[in-house]
């Protein structure tokens, strides 16, 4: 008797576990590759947005508050959407996808898909 209790904890305790690890997505505070500022990523609109809560300098272009991303999902732990620059000013088709629990990469491209440029985020929190 006292085993199969055993047996069932460990049981419960591997599934808890992959079920948290399967729930890990791209909501959350990330810090940019840069160093320089703070996103926090959440749901809105049927997909995602991500907000800077932090930033090293703040600019015209760039305030606490200003949306840098706003996506949807596109399947297998990615999404594509909108990107915006604060440094130039633009906004880019882009995409972001997870690299891992805690590092995920932006791609934005231009001239339809000609020139890309991406840059990998690490959670905070």
Known sequence: MRSSVLVAMAAAVTLAGAISASAAGPEGTWLTESGETKV???PCGGGLCGDIVWLQAPTPNAQVG??????????NGSW?????????????RGKLSLESENRIK???CVL??????SQTWTRTR
């Open 80 to 92: 594509s959407g909108e990107l915006f620059n604060y440094k130039d000013g633009k906004t880019y």
């Open 40 to 42: 926090k990523i959440a």
């Open 66 to 75: 200003t949306r840098l991303l706003t996506m949807s999902a596109s399947g």
């Open 106 to 108: 932006l791609s934005g």
């Open 112 to 117: 339809g898909g000609l020139i890309c440029r």
